[in-house]
C-alpha cells in the first residue's frame, strides 16, 4: 500500500504555493499532514483550555456558518472568548484550504467549526458513534447525495499530548471486502424515515451505502484490528486535511482539537472521476441518487 499520509513542510496558513501532487492526493483520499503549522492561542484563550467550557453531555463546542454557538458552558466572556478562537479557526482552515485548492474558491460550502476538549478515551458511546472505530464519515440523519466532507484538523493540546489517528486501507480496497455486506437499499423505507423526520431530507442509495460501508467497518473487529493500517500521532502544533468520506480514520486518543468542515460538490473538485460516489457507482453500474 502507497503511504496513505503525505507530509507537508509548510509553516504558514497561507501556502506561498501549492502543488498538483498534493491536490492529486487529497481527492484520492489521502491525508495531508502538516507537521509544523501551529494554530496560536492568545493567553487568554489559554484558559478554554479544560474540558469545563463544554456542556454537560454534548461532544463537541461548535460555531454554525452564521456565528452561533452551541455546545458551550461558562458565562458570557467565556462563549465570546470560544466564539472568537472558533472564527479565528475557520479564517485561518479557509486560507489554508484556497491556497491549497484555489479552485475551490467558490465552490466551498462552510459548515460548523468545532473545538472538541474532551478526552478520547474518556467517552463511552455505542459501536456505531464510536469514532475510535476506523470508518468513513456518513451521518444517518444528514443525507448529502455524494456532496464531499472536506476536514481540517488542528492539535491545540497544551501537554504535549499527540492526537493519535489510526488511517486505514484506500477507499476501493474496502469497499471490496465491505460491499457485499451491504443491505439492499428500500427505497419505501427510505420515504418512510424522512417522513417520520429521522432524515432532513430522504436518504438517497448513495447514503444508504456509505452508512452500512460505515457500520460494516466498526462492526467487524477483525478488520478494525487487522485491515492495513498506520498509526498516525498528530503532535499539538500539527494540521490534517482529509476529505472524511473518502480517507478511512479512527482517533485513538488525544484532547484539545480544533476542526472545519467545508462541504464540495464532486463536479466542482479537481478531479471529478474520483469520489466515493463515482466509485460506487462504477462498482454498482446504475446512478445511485
Ligand atoms: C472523526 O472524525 O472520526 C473524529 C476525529 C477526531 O476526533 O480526531
Ligand atoms: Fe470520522
Given at each position: 500500500?502507497?503511504?496513505?499520509i503525505?507530509e507537508?513542510?509548510?509553516t504558514?496558513?497561507?501556502?506561498?504555493?501549492?502543488?498538483?501532487?498534493?491536490?492529486e492526493?487529497?481527492?484520492?483520499?489521502?491525508?495531508?499532514?502538516?507537521p509544523?503549522?501551529?494554530?496560536?492561542?492568545?493567553?487568554?484563550e489559554?484558559?478554554?483550555?479544560?474540558?469545563?467550557?463544554?456542556?454537560?453531555?454534548?461532544?463537541?463546542?461548535?460555531?454554525?456558518a452564521?456565528?452561533q454557538?452551541k455546545?458551550?458552558?461558562?458565562?458570557?466572556?467565556?462563549?465570546?472568548?470560544?466564539?472568537?478562537?472558533?472564527?479565528?479557526?475557520?479564517?485561518?482552515?479557509?486560507?489554508?484550504?484556497?491556497?491549497?485548492?484555489?479552485?475551490?474558491?467558490?465552490?466551498?460550502?462552510?459548515?460548523?467549526?468545532?473545538?472538541?476538549?474532551?478526552?478520547?478515551e474518556?467517552?463511552?458511546?455505542?459501536?456505531?458513534?464510536?469514532?475510535?472505530?476506523?470508518?468513513?464519515?456518513?451521518?444517518?440523519?444528514?443525507?448529502?447525495?455524494?456532496?464531499?466532507?472536506?476536514?481540517?484538523?488542528?492539535?491545540?493540546?497544551?501537554?504535549?499530548?499527540?492526537?493519535?489517528?489510526?488511517?486505514?486501507?484506500?477507499?476501493?480496497?474496502?469497499?471490496?471486502?465491505?460491499?457485499?455486506?451491504?443491505?439492499p437499499?428500500?427505497?419505501?423505507?427510505?420515504?418512510a424515515?424522512?417522513?417520520?423526520?429521522?432524515?432532513?431530507?430522504?436518504?438517497?442509495?448513495?447514503?444508504?451505502?456509505?452508512l452500512?460501508?460505515?457500520?460494516?467497518m466498526?462492526?467487524?473487529?477483525?478488520?478494525?484490528k487487522?485491515?492495513?493500517?498506520?498509526?498516525?500521532?498528530?503532535?499539538?502544533?500539527?494540521?490534517?486535511?482529509c476529505?472524511?468520506d473518502?480517507?478511512?480514520?479512527?482517533?485513538?486518543?488525544?484532547?484539545?482539537m480544533?476542526?472545519?468542515?467545508?462541504?464540495?460538490?464532486?463536479?466542482?473538485?479537481?478531479?471529478?472521476?474520483?469520489?466515493?460516489?463515482?466509485?460506487?457507482?462504477?462498482?454498482?453500474?446504475?446512478?445511485?441518487?
Open positions: 500500500m502507497h503511504s496513505q503525505v507537508i513542510p509548510a504558514q496558513w497561507q501556502l506561498s504555493a501549492t502543488d498538483p501532487t498534493w491536490i492526493a487529497l481527492e484520492q483520499g489521502k491525508v495531508l499532514y502538516f509544523t503549522l501551529p494554530f496560536e492561542l492568545s493567553t487568554a489559554q484558559r478554554l483550555l479544560t474540558p469545563e467550557v463544554l456542556d454537560a453531555k454534548v461532544r463537541n463546542i461548535s460555531l454554525a452564521n456565528n454557538l455546545g458551550a458552558a461558562g458565562d458570557e466572556a467565556t462563549q465570546q472568548l470560544l466564539t472568537r478562537m472558533l472564527e479565528r479557526y475557520r479564517t485561518q482552515a479557509e486560507q489554508l484550504v484556497y491556497s491549497l485548492l484555489p479552485n475551490y474558491q467558490g465552490a466551498l460550502r462552510n459548515a460548523p467549526t468545532s473545538y472538541r476538549p474532551k478526552k478520547v474518556a467517552r463511552a458511546q455505542s459501536w456505531r458513534a464510536d469514532d475510535r472505530r476506523m470508518h468513513v464519515d456518513a451521518f444517518p440523519s444528514r443525507p448529502n447525495r455524494g456532496e464531499r466532507i472536506l476536514r481540517v484538523f488542528s492539535n491545540i493540546n497544551p501537554e504535549g499530548v499527540p492526537r493519535v489517528w489510526r488511517v486505514g486501507e484506500p477507499f476501493a480496497d474496502m469497499v471490496q471486502t465491505m460491499l457485499p455486506r451491504a443491505k437499499y428500500v427505497r419505501w423505507q427510505a420515504k424515515i424522512n417522513a417520520l423526520g429521522i432524515t432532513k431530507s430522504l436518504r438517497s442509495e448513495y447514503d444508504h451505502l456509505m452500512q460501508l460505515h457500520d460494516a466498526k462492526a467487524d473487529m477483525d478488520y478494525q487487522n485491515a492495513k493500517q498506520v498509526r498516525m500521532p498528530f503532535p499539538p502544533g500539527s494540521v490534517w486535511v476529505f472524511s473518502h480517507a478511512l480514520h479512527g482517533v485513538e486518543s488525544g484532547q484539545y480544533m476542526e472545519q468542515t467545508f462541504h464540495i460538490a464532486p463536479e466542482q473538485q479537481y478531479n471529478p472521476k474520483i469520489s466515493p460516489l463515482a466509485h460506487l457507482t462504477q462498482v454498482l453500474q446504475r446512478p445511485l441518487i
